[in-house]
């Protein structure tokens, strides 16, 4: 009897779809009697046997492996797994030749798990390289060259499962990794429409768990046309694939999808990493979070949800927030911040926080709380973000507050973001309650004249200045036109938002924050520069340098450099147009230098990604000489961080309560 086009084989064990007559079960009966009487002499009768032989002894192994020991079953498939009977060229299969018999093998090898007999660890290492050169042979002649969609599915299937039953095993482990030409095969076999979702992703997460940056192109590479949007929308879209599964969840299968991408967007700044996030994942990964609350969180391990869909669960929870630990800092971190907010990430880590504290390992632990208490204040400097979470934190209700996160050790963290929200809430309120009534300087020098935005005309080229008439312009040219033509450059060269590294809005509420925030620091600079210029009366040359990235401090920390010998930080590998950016600085100091008392020259710096940028600012007039503002001294406490000097600066949360807000 041939095998060729063998039953569909899937996740749950190999389902025999085929109708078998009684005289063939007979055959097989009689196939078991003979290997239960003496398996020394059916092992060693078994290098002549026929597929159909293979194929009984197959179906023995799954279903009454007790009829022989283990060992019989496991040489007997092997044997037919060996290297050396692989044929010359990729032919179709015929009825018992090699590749029938090899096949039968595999079927048997991929029925049952390996993994729980240490004893076969010897013998499944040896025969790994056969195993794995058949593999290749059989993608070759069974799925890729074959125009029968069914049993290239099947074929996909046997091949998937027997690779999961030898991933489970440690040992082999390593050796499976460094087989030449298993990441491509493997890739492919990913890739096909027909693959086990939960098998193949298993497969992705454990064998690419710890994968070079080599590797991960070589996934790349495997596809048709070398592209990476490829490979990441077959990932997310498996995850949302499982989501979408009707009204009951499938923990294993949204556990696995999500380790899978996870692993495949290990490595910062590459190619599927990017195209992993574009393909929305932190939105997909997210929601999963969201449902998966609601069944972990609704469901006792007593009731209907069995003990193996809760742990999961639990190892969905793991899988998520890991890859969100890692997934929101890479290069162009607002969009994603912004994406995972969206989809209900404060709810989320609300809800799960104490579920996180009581259920998953310390590393896990570790990401949330990194999520909330780093990554998410960091981005508070983002008009995108301040929106959403504003909206979001309005969202969470008293009573979720106190069954959730106020009872788990991210209380704190969760206080201290709820306060510095309050802070850049309160500068874009502002900005929006100005909108249309804010008044901006004529940018003659002459003139000066202050007026609503609606009073003046804006300059057509850079979009950046506004004038009270053409005569102000005309006069201002001079001293605008290198500036407004840079500006006019990088403008025509931003054919798409995303490509650039904040948006014209988070560009806007950037700006607002900072010139608040300056005159926060004004009292202490002001002390400042007495002590480290004491020769420097005016103030008209300082820098004024705010630093973001400091979470204890919600206002920046800050420090005065001079004008005259500033130097530009590094661009630090961004993809805007370093030579575009670095002139358009220069041209900034020049302006400033021209006339310092018209500008106050800022530098600020906060967090992109993993990366720390720099952006220059000029706002009008010079601030050196203003009052002090009120706020500065609120209860007679310092609100710049820069005052404390000591190694026992006060914390975060502590510095926000000293602001009064």
């Known amino acids: 009897?041939?095998?060729?086009?063998?039953?569909?084989?899937i996740f749950d064990g190999i389902d025999f779809t085929e109708e078998v007559s009684d005289e063939e079960w007979a055959w097989r009966d009689s196939f078991i009697q003979a290997a239960s009487d003496d398996p020394i002499k059916f092992i060693n009768s078994f290098k002549e046997t026929s597929a159909q032989g293979l194929f009984a002894l197959a179906h023995c192994w799954i279903y009454a492996s007790h009829l022989m020991p283990d060992e019989v079953f496991l040489k007997s498939f092997i044997h037919h797994t060996n290297a050396t009977n692989i044929p010359n060229d990729i032919t179709p299969p015929i009825e018992n030749d090699a590749s029938e018999r090899a096949w039968a093998a595999f079927i048997g090898l991929g029925g049952k798990s390996l993994c729980d007999n240490p004893a076969f660890r010897s013998l499944l290492i040896k025969a790994w390289p056969g195993i794995f050169e058949w593999s290749r042979y059989f993608y070759s002649q069974r799925v890729s060259s074959s125009k029968n969609t069914e049993i290239a599915g099947e074929s996909v299937n046997v091949i998937c499962r027997v690779i999961y039953q030898l991933v489970y095993d440690k040992a082999l482990l390593p050796r499976m990794r460094s087989t030449d030409g298993i990441v491509t095969l493997f890739t492919k076999l990913w890739m096909h429409p027909a693959a086990p979702?939960?098998?193949?992703?298993?497969?992705?997460?454990?064998?690419?768990?710890?994968?070079?940056?080599?590797?991960?192109?070589?996934?790349?590479?495997?596809?048709?046309?070398?592209?990476?949007?490829?490979?990441?929308?077959?990932a997310v879209d498996r995850l949302r694939a499982a989501l979408a599964e009707s009204s009951s969840m499938n923990p294993p299968k949204i556990s696995q999808t999500t380790h899978a991408i996870g692993v495949l967007n290990r490595f910062p700044r590459h190619r599927l990493t990017r195209?992993?996030?574009?393909?929305?994942?932190?939105?997909?990964?997210?929601?999963?979070?969201?449902?998966?609350?609601?069944v972990v969180l609704s469901k006792s391990r007593s009731s209907s949800l069995s003990v193996g869909d809760y742990e999961q669960s639990i190892e969905s929870v793991n899988a998520g927030f890991t890859f969100l630990r890692f997934a929101l800092v890479r290069d162009s971190s607002p969009r994603w911040v912004a994406q995972a907010v969206d989809a209900g990430l404060l709810r989320a880590l609300c809800r799960l926080s104490p579920f996180v504290e009581d259920e998953l390992p310390q590393f896990s632990r570790e990401c949330v709380q990194h999520i909330l208490g780093d990554t998410l204040p960091k981005h508070l400097v983002y008009l995108s973000v301040v929106k959403l979470l504003d909206r979001e934190m309005h969202d969470i209700d008293a009573e979720m507050l106190k069954v959730g996160v106020e009872r788990s050790w991210l209380d704190r963290d969760w206080r201290s973001l709820q306060h510095v929200l309050i802070c850049r809430r309160s500068v874009a309120k502002l900005a929006q309650e100005d909108k249309g009534a804010a008044k901006i300087?004529?940018?003659?020098?002459k003139c000066g004249k202050i007026a609503p935005k609606k009073e003046l005309q804006r300059c057509g080229g850079c979009l950046s200045v506004y004038y009270c008439s053409k005569e102000c312009q005309r006069e201002a040219w001079s001293n605008h036109r290198a500036l407004c033509r840079l500006r006019t450059e990088d403008l025509a060269s931003r054919t798409e938002e995303r490509n650039?590294?904040?948006?014209?809005?988070?560009?806007?509420?950037?700006?607002?924050?900072?010139?608040?925030?300056?005159?926060?620091?004004?009292?202490?600079?002001?002390a400042l520069a007495k002590r480290k210029f004491p020769h420097e009366k005016q103030g008209e040359y300082f820098a004024l340098c705010l630093d973001y990235t400091d979470l204890r401090y919600p206002t920046g920390t800050c420090s005065l450099k001079d004008v005259r010998t500033y130097v530009f930080p590094p661009m630090n590998g961004e993809d805007e147009d370093e030579e575009l950016i670095s002139t358009h600085n220069d041209e900034m100091i020049k302006m400033v230098l021209r006339d310092p008392k018209a500008y106050t020259f800022i530098e600020a710096r906060f967090a992109w990604g993993e990366r720390r940028i720099t952006r220059n600012f000029m706002i009008r007039p010079n601030i050196w000489e203003e009052t002090i503002p009120q706020m500065v001294n609120v209860s007679g406490r310092k609100t710049c961080a820069n005052e404390n000097v000591e190694e026992n600066m006060p914390r975060f949360l502590q510095q926000l309560m000293c602001m009064g807000l």
Request: contains cysteine; aromatic residues 8%.
């Open 1 to 9: 009897m041939s095998i060729i086009g063998a039953p569909d084989h």
């Open 197 to 234: 979702t939960i098998s193949v992703s298993f497969i992705m997460h454990t064998l690419f768990f710890d994968a070079t940056w080599d590797e991960i192109e070589q996934v790349v590479y495997a596809t048709s046309g070398n592209h990476p949007k490829i490979i990441a929308k077959i």
């Open 275 to 294: 195209a992993i996030l574009e393909e929305n994942a932190c939105w997909v990964v997210t929601r999963m979070l969201v449902l998966t609350a609601d």
């Open 500 to 526: 650039t590294i904040f948006s014209k809005l988070d560009g806007q509420f950037l700006r607002e924050l900072i010139s608040s925030d300056a005159n926060l620091h004004l009292g202490h600079l002001q």
């Open 441 to 445: 300087s004529c940018d003659s020098k």
